[in-house]
């Protein structure tokens, strides 16, 4: 059976103050992503969304006041862009020449 996909458009029409309330919020969702990065590049890439959830879940729920389903949006949308660069990189190799004119990978 053929899978249907429906795409909407949506405009939200806001006053000032809905406005600024939303930029907050992305700001905030911004950063949690730069944070729980930053924990996954300084802890070996850990990629399973488990993994990351136990580690690092309450840390970006209290310092960012995120709720818990942007929680954890924040830690699969992390997981996700490093899973797409490692195959990426896997599919084309970053490679630069070293000092002594040796190809590195």
């Not at 949690?32 to 690092?56: H, I, R, W």
């Amino acid at each position: 059976m053929a899978e249907l996909t429906v795409t909407m458009k949506l405009h939200i029409h806001t006053d000032d103050n809905g406005d600024q309330l939303f930029r907050d919020f992305t700001e905030q969702y911004a950063s949690a992503c730069t944070y729980v990065s930053q924990y996954v590049f300084d802890n070996g890439f850990p990629l399973n969304f488990m993994k990351l959830q136990e580690n690092v879940y309450y840390d970006v729920r209290s310092k960012f006041g995120l709720k818990a389903q942007m929680s954890i949006s924040v830690m699969k949308t992390v997981t996700a862009r490093y899973k797409t660069l490692k195959e990426q990189l896997f599919q084309n190799p970053y490679r630069y020449q070293d000092e002594n004119g040796d190809w590195c990978y």
